[in-house]
């Protein structure tokens, strides 16, 4: 498994990340074999958040590792608090009351990585910085980032946290590629000229932040999977074209098309399918020529000016 640094850390992770919001479809014995599989693979950077299957996905984690000091060693875990039912929040006592909680169910003393969730209207980023370094003098983190936050967002956030922002998890994938398209159609009229994010894919490429794209297979907010839907026929035969020519599947060039970039991204794989997972993998070892990155780019309906 190719590896990255994480933002500006000296953390050195897999270049895909395994995400386990849906761990709490697979029974304990799926649970321990995928997982299994993960770590045999290289994919020991496991993604949760505290709200998935309402704390369930956590718990099931931990139990199909059989988390203890050794098996915690082997992996680095990232977890994301800060959604709550109907309102975002960020305010100190609800950052520390998550991790608490969130340590609890992965029965482990630290996380890795701590990612803020959605962004809260109301943060008070003096509340963010103090929470921030309480976690990190206890060592229950040992890093941060963020979540779905715009240059601004950050920034207003770094006006006060001394920690870096090491991440920002971002929905990206080939056919919700805004961020990528704005930046191409610079001055233009078109559609695909709106900036949407602040210029976020530079902003984090300038600021050391690891881009981690969320739903790299979806189209759409959850609508569906682009890869064999009928909606998208020039792309998946482009697709099928390049999977053929490198002896893999179409789910490995979707990712590969994602790691082509140089900001060196880190895909959420969201499957709980082994063989889905190892596809997803064999995406390291390719490197997409620039023609065909742009020939995938083009055939998903963006443009170039």
């Given at each position: 498994?190719?590896t990255?640094?994480?933002?500006s850390?000296s953390l050195?992770v897999?270049?895909?990340?395994v995400g386990c919001?849906?761990?709490?479809s697979?029974?304990?014995?799926?649970?321990?074999?995928?997982?299994?599989?993960a770590?045999e693979?290289?994919a020991?950077f496991?993604?949760?958040?505290?709200?998935y299957?309402g704390?369930?996905?956590?718990?099931i984690?931990?139990?199909?590792v059989?988390?203890?000091?050794?098996?915690?060693?082997?992996?680095?875990?990232?977890s994301?608090?800060?959604?709550r039912?109907?309102?975002?929040?960020?305010?100190?006592?609800?950052?520390?009351?998550?991790?608490d909680g969130?340590?609890?169910?992965?029965?482990t003393?630290y996380?890795?990585?701590?990612l803020?969730?959605?962004?809260?209207?109301l943060v008070?980023?003096?509340?963010?910085a103090?929470?921030?370094?309480?976690?990190e003098?206890?060592?229950?983190?040992r890093?941060?980032?963020?979540?779905?936050?715009?240059p601004?967002?950050?920034?207003?956030?770094?006006?006060?946290?001394?920690q870096?922002i090491?991440?920002?998890q971002?929905?990206l994938?080939?056919?919700?590629?805004?961020m990528?398209?704005?930046?191409?159609n610079?001055?233009?009229?078109?559609?695909?000229?709106?900036n949407?994010?602040?210029?976020?894919l530079?902003?984090?490429?300038?600021?050391?932040?690891t881009?981690?794209?969320?739903s790299?297979?979806?189209?759409g907010?959850?609508?569906g999977v682009?890869l064999?839907s009928d909606?998208?026929?020039?792309?998946?035969?482009?697709?099928?074209?390049?999977a053929?020519?490198?002896?893999?599947?179409?789910?490995?060039i979707?990712?590969?098309?994602?790691?082509?970039?140089?900001a060196?991204?880190?895909?959420?794989?969201?499957?709980?399918?082994?063989e889905r997972?190892?596809?997803c993998i064999?995406?390291?070892?390719?490197?997409?020529?620039r023609?065909?990155?742009?020939e995938?780019y083009?055939a998903?309906?963006?443009i170039?000016?």
């Amino acid at each position: 498994m190719r590896t990255i640094t994480l933002g500006s850390s000296s953390l050195e992770v897999p270049a895909v990340a395994v995400g386990c919001m849906r761990i709490n479809s697979l029974d304990k014995t799926e649970a321990e074999r995928f997982v299994r599989t993960a770590m045999e693979e290289g994919a020991n950077f496991f993604d949760h958040a505290d709200i998935y299957g309402g704390g369930a996905c956590e718990e099931i984690f931990a139990d199909a590792v059989q988390m203890n000091p050794t098996v915690r060693e082997q992996m680095i875990l990232q977890s994301k608090c800060g959604i709550r039912q109907g309102m975002f929040d960020f305010s100190k006592e609800h950052i520390l009351a998550s991790v608490d909680g969130i340590l609890s169910r992965l029965k482990t003393d630290y996380l890795d990585v701590l990612l803020l969730h959605r962004p809260d209207a109301l943060v008070e980023p003096e509340e963010v910085a103090e929470a921030f370094d309480q976690l990190e003098r206890s060592g229950k983190v040992r890093h941060f980032g963020v979540s779905n936050q715009n240059p601004m967002q950050i920034q207003l956030l770094q006006k006060s946290v001394k920690q870096p922002i090491v991440a920002n998890q971002l929905q990206l994938s080939i056919t919700n590629a805004t961020m990528i398209s704005s930046g191409i159609n610079v001055n233009m009229e078109n559609a695909s000229a709106v900036n949407r994010d602040g210029s976020v894919l530079d902003f984090c490429r300038l600021h050391d932040i690891t881009i981690q794209p969320w739903s790299p297979f979806q189209y759409g907010f959850f609508e569906g999977v682009f890869l064999g839907s009928d909606k998208f026929p020039e792309l998946n035969q482009k697709i099928d074209e390049l999977a053929e020519k490198y002896s893999v599947t179409n789910t490995t060039i979707a990712i590969a098309w994602l790691l082509r970039h140089p900001a060196n991204m880190q895909p959420i794989i969201g499957t709980m399918n082994t063989e889905r997972l190892k596809d997803c993998i064999k995406a390291t070892h390719i490197t997409l020529t620039r023609q065909e990155w742009y020939e995938v780019y083009r055939a998903a309906g963006n443009i170039l000016p």
